[in-house]
């Protein structure tokens, strides 16, 4: 029960008659009322009207079925939170009563939270599990395969554990002359997370190792805590060795196991993993070694009745050879024959060819030809004297009759062409002329030009 108050300003009952007071002094008194008397609360709510502003504050409203209250988280707060509040969330919050003066609201200001039913690391943890998940992190074809035969393990855990007295223990019983490199870092407690996944990018750099186990011996979800870290999650996935994540008992599962390219309930089953014993690896050499000597011993007793087989097939090869040469002698004669009987009508065939090629001599073809040339010559040359003749006889006979009919030869017996001077026509009719037409008067020789003075018709 919160006892009962009266609320005084400066030694004044303010329910007295008169008392004026101010927005901001009211709410002052408000404020210290609740302040004092509702210090350490818990209340229990679902959240909505989430908001995570730039400053770094968180901002969220608490209901249920009847009521709703504000609250803020402030900066520092929230960066301890191992898991971010999200819409519809059931939480149970620890904190004060407040007014906030700008809006007169009174306000729960919050400085644990924890979620309704499960406890706050595990809710870090499912909430990190699915967005690792959602950006691939755990996706199998990241993974690689362990060597067969690493050189040097590296370790990266707790100098002090009970893990590497485990590890080291196991691999000295397994392999001996296996070489262990340790990176010792803090497993537990604030800052550990970071250590592991600097220790987990300084190998990488190193590059001396060619597996690395990373983990710790058993403990409560809080000890166990740094490696369902993001950044350690992160500093797994970029390693380009391949990791296998031994962290606590076989029931304990980190965000690094589904990371890491494989998980080992234990540490010591790490070890095991991490190489085959030698006592292993001598039975695995004897009975690979068996069956190679079985096979190969298989295989040449297959080849050796092989090799009797061809053995028996393969005939004498003496008997072989007198075949063969018999074979060429009969050829050679066959050859010789064969060239004779070519050589023969090679030379058939050449003898003809001269005496055809003596028949046809090109000289007295040339000559023969020559000969036939000239007399064409002489011949063409008489046709075309004879055709020029002809031509110069029917030349002539055209000139004479051309001669007969020629107009000089009329002009000459004193007879003129009068042509008028406008349009060169010839005039032919005095009709057609007028007074003062010009004429031009053709001679035999030379040519006159007249004007009309008169003219006579003709007509009789």
């Not at 504050?57 to 803020?72: E, I, M, N, P, S």
């Amino acid at each position: 029960m919160i006892p009962e108050c009266t609320l005084w300003a400066d030694n004044v009952d303010i329910f007295a008659e008169k008392t004026i007071l101010t927005v901001s002094r009211l709410t002052a008194l408000l404020r210290g009322l609740l302040e004092e008397n509702f210090e350490q609360l818990w209340v229990q709510g679902e959240v909505s009207n989430l908001s995570y502003p730039s400053s770094g504050h968180c901002y969220f409203t608490l209901k249920d079925a009847g009521a709703q209250l504000r609250c803020v988280m402030f900066k520092g707060t929230v960066k301890n939170l191992k898991y971010r509040l999200s819409d519809g969330m059931a939480l149970i919050v620890r904190g004060r009563i407040s007014v906030y003066d700008q809006r007169g609201e009174y306000q729960l200001i919050c400085e644990y939270a924890e979620p309704d039913g499960i406890g706050a690391l595990q809710t870090a943890f499912v909430q990190l599990k699915e967005k690792l998940a959602s950006e691939s992190l755990f996706a199998e074809s990241h993974k690689v395969r362990l060597p067969c035969f690493p050189r040097r393990i590296g370790v990266i855990t707790s100098l002090t554990g009970a893990a590497i007295h485990d590890i080291l223990n196991v691999l000295k019983r397994r392999f001996a002359a296996l070489s262990v490199l340790l990176y010792p870092v803090r497993v537990q407690g604030e800052g550990a997370a970071v250590e592991i996944a600097r220790a987990i990018d300084e190998m990488n750099r190193l590059a001396e190792v060619d597996v690395l186990v990373v983990g710790r011996g058993g403990g409560s979800l809080e000890d166990l805590w740094a490696f369902n870290e993001e950044v350690v999650a992160r500093a797994v996935y970029r390693s380009k060795i391949p990791i296998i994540s031994a962290v606590g008992h076989e029931t304990d599962w980190t965000i690094c196991d589904f990371v890491a390219d494989l998980r080992a309930p234990t540490p010591s089953a790490a070890a095991e993993l991490v190489i085959a014993s030698a006592d292993e690896l001598r039975s695995q050499v004897d009975m690979l070694s068996h069956r190679l000597r079985t096979t190969v011993e298989r295989m040449l007793a297959g080849y050796d009745g092989r090799l009797s087989g061809l053995r028996r097939a393969l005939h004498d090869p003496r008997r072989m050879l007198g075949h063969l040469s018999q074979r060429v002698d009969d050829l050679s004669g066959r050859l010789e024959t064969a060239l004779r009987s070519t050589a023969t009508q090679r030379r058939s065939l050449f003898v003809r060819l001269v005496d055809i090629l003596r028949h046809n001599d090109p000289q007295a073809q040339t000559a023969s030809l020559r000969q036939r040339i000239l007399l064409l010559s002489m011949r063409a040359e008489g046709a075309v004297n004879q055709q020029l003749e002809a031509c110069r006889q029917e030349f002539g006979a055209h000139a004479a009759r051309l001669e007969v009919l020629s107009p000089l030869n009329t002009l000459a017996r004193g007879y003129a062409i009068a042509t008028r001077c406008g349009d060169g026509m010839v005039v032919t009719d005095s009709g057609s002329l007028a007074r003062g037409d010009l004429l031009q008067l053709k001679l035999c020789r030379g040519a006159i030009q007249c004007r009309v003075e008169s003219h006579d018709s003709g007509e009789t």
